[in-house]
């Protein structure tokens, strides 16, 4: 079976589909994956099993139902999306069957339950959903006998759902004392944190902000003994490695996104 997904545009949702997705491809003797979506989605799943193709999506509409026509035809398309832009898609991909996931068909439980139900549905299936998935293709950079442990300040939609500069400069300071101290971020967050280098332990403070691509972040994060971060992709990363985390949430839904 040939089947064209979908992801959902943002890296934490994207890893939450991955239990559905195992429970697809446990389901098909014989399957064969492409996926589309942003880069930052595909990149994050690009390695998964089973997956053999993938294709960034662009901001030009024509450009990408000509790119999706020429990966040819599939027995079925399913979109974890159910934007507009992702319906109207929809009606061009050469596949005899087609879906949308739909938000407002799912609307209790956490969004893992709800990505493995939209699948159940589709497929006729009646699996729960079991543990998130990623799959890193590298080792870490960093080379220390300290004990590593990551630091993310960024969280989902921004500052509202972000715990204080000086709260997590205080954290760093005292960890780095005896731990090496990973710093993650977007390159928006290199302000943030780069006023280390005169720090006591500057030498046990690792700056990676705006350093990784998604592979990098993915082995970087696997190899941690301890994660503190916001409400953000990256949590979902440490949750698939289970990695220990302590994650601080903001004003949400924390029953839908949490670890």
Not at 143 to 157: E, F, H, Q, S, V
Not at 200 to 217: C, P, V, W
Request: proline share 3%.
């Amino acid at each position: 079976m040939k089947i064209l997904i979908e992801l959902p545009t943002w890296l934490g949702d994207c890893v939450m589909t991955t239990p559905s997705l195992s429970n697809l491809i446990n389901s098909e003797s014989d399957i064969s994956i492409s996926l589309i979506g942003s880069k930052v989605s595909v990149d994050c799943l690009k390695n998964f099993s089973k997956v053999d193709s993938s294709l960034y999506l662009t901001r030009d509409f024509l450009l990408d139902i000509k790119n999706i026509r020429s990966l040819g035809y599939f027995d079925c398309f399913i979109s974890y999306r159910g934007s507009l832009r992702s319906k109207l898609l929809c009606f061009f991909v050469k596949s005899k069957k087609r879906v949308n996931y739909k938000k407002e068909k799912y609307i209790t439980g956490h969004q893992v339950e709800k990505y493995n139900a939209f699948i159940n549905n589709f497929f006729n299936l009646n699996k729960p959903p079991k543990e998130l998935v990623l799959f890193n293709t590298g080792k870490s950079s960093i080379n220390t006998k300290l004990k590593k442990i990551g630091i993310n300040p960024g969280a989902a939609y921004g500052s509202a759902k972000r715990w204080t500069k000086d709260g997590f400069i205080e954290v760093i300071s005292v960890l780095a004392e005896k731990n090496k101290v990973l710093i993650f971020g977007s390159k928006n967050d290199q302000s943030l944190f780069s006023d280390f280098t005169n720090h006591k332990d500057a030498r046990n403070i690792e700056n990676l902000t705006g350093k990784t691509n998604i592979s990098d972040l993915i082995n970087e994060i696997a190899d941690l003994y301890l994660f503190i971060t916001g409400d953000s992709g990256p949590m979902h990363i440490a949750a698939a490695f289970k990695v220990p985390s302590v994650s601080i949430f903001g004003p949400t839904k924390d029953l839908e996104t949490s670890q």
